[in-house]
């Protein structure tokens, strides 16, 4: 499954123009977080262990594929060029470093309970 989140991805940095294989990390990278984002809203009490993390993770990955692959590519798409975190010209500005996944993405995600 993160191998054609992964494929996919490529396939859009190739589309507007912006990849080279340098970037794979990159862009596995940007899926983890995707998915751990995701993991966390979907499954708040599953980060108490290590292995209820990975298979909250494991389970977001096939039930959320399309939203980790949308908020991947978001990040991908507002990333600066070379690792730039901000740039000015012809007075606006721009900064990366603080930008988060839009609200937007978490939409209908329904978090799991725990009955205690």
């Known amino acids: 499954m993160r191998e054609e989140l992964l494929r996919a991805l490529i396939e859009h940095a190739k589309k507007v123009g912006d990849y080279c294989p340098e970037h794979d990390s990159y862009l596995l990278f940007l899926i983890d977080n995707a998915v751990e984002e995701l993991a966390i809203r979907k499954y708040p009490y ?69 009955i205690l």
Not at 53 to 72: P, Q
Not at 77 to 101: L, Q, R, Y
């Open 46 to 114: 599953s980060f108490q262990s290590e292995k209820k993390a990975k298979k909250a993770k494991e389970s977001t990955l096939a039930l959320l594929n399309r939203r980790v692959y949308e908020i991947a590519k978001w990040h991908f798409d507002f990333s600066g060029e070379e690792g730039a975190i901000a740039f000015s010209e012809g007075g606006s500005s721009v900064s990366f470093e603080n930008a988060g996944t839009p609200e937007s993405y978490f939409a209908g995600i329904v978090p799991e309970s725990r």
